[in-house]
């Protein structure tokens, strides 16, 4: 799996990716969505919304409820729940030593999530350990549009002063695979998070790492960077604007 251009930056989904909230995610939303609406729904279907902003989950049983949920209660129970269980997420230690490994190899690498920063804090970034590691994170609240609209990312590029072309984004759902390519940038899924692998070569991403090791190696290989200047940033400029407009229209 070798790169398709010369790449300057690698963009990381957090859950799913770099450490498995899976089961803790599907286990907060089912407890919401019973308590306030009293729906059960498969962990199946739940699983499928897993990358989604929890105010879009929140909002995804409106149409099967004759009045209009507690939004707000719901978000802060789902939140509440989470918090209390947290104990059950697990890092992905090779995901995140492919983070490290971009980085001290040259990349510009950036964290882009669909949880809200409060969601992020309470939860997942204090136990990745990635601060010195990272040159942007981009969180629900830094767009108006989320995935699988391309703002996260394009957000990201904008932050890194990086062209799409140049940058790859790794996840593990359909949603990011449609936010990458709609933003320009190569996409690299992973089959041990949120989606169903065949949910995700459906999507046709440009890599598909079978497990943690595979991405870890995958980013050993490249080769290292001295850094990027002046004519990237340039480059930037228009590249990005452009493919703002083509994309300006998606997922209204």
Known sequence: ???????????????????????????????????????????????????????????????????????EQMEADEMAYYAAHRDQERVVPEAVEAVRTAYRKGYATALVTSKSRA???????PKLELEAFVDAIVTADDTERHKPAPDPVLKALERLQVAPEQAVYIGDTVFDVACGRAAGVQVGTVAWGAHLPEDLRAAQPDYYFETPADLLQWIEQLPVLEGYGEAEAEAFQSRTRRARATTRGDNH
Do not use: W
């Not at 251009?5 to 770099?18: E, H, K, M, N, Q």
């Not at 599907?26 to 897993?50: F, P, Q």
């Not at 969601?119 to 970034?125: I, P, Q, R």
């Open 119 to 125: 969601e992020l804090a309470l939860s997942s970034l």
């Open 1 to 71: 799996m070798q790169p398709q251009v010369s790449l300057r930056a690698i963009l990381f989904d957090i859950d799913g990716t770099l450490i498995d909230t899976v089961n803790l995610i599907v286990n907060a939303l089912d407890y919401t969505y019973r308590k306030h609406l009293g729906i059960t729904l498969s962990r199946e279907e739940l699983r499928r919304l897993i990358g989604l902003p929890l105010k879009v989950q929140m909002r995804y049983l409106d149409d099967r409820v004759p009045e209009s949920p507690p939004h």
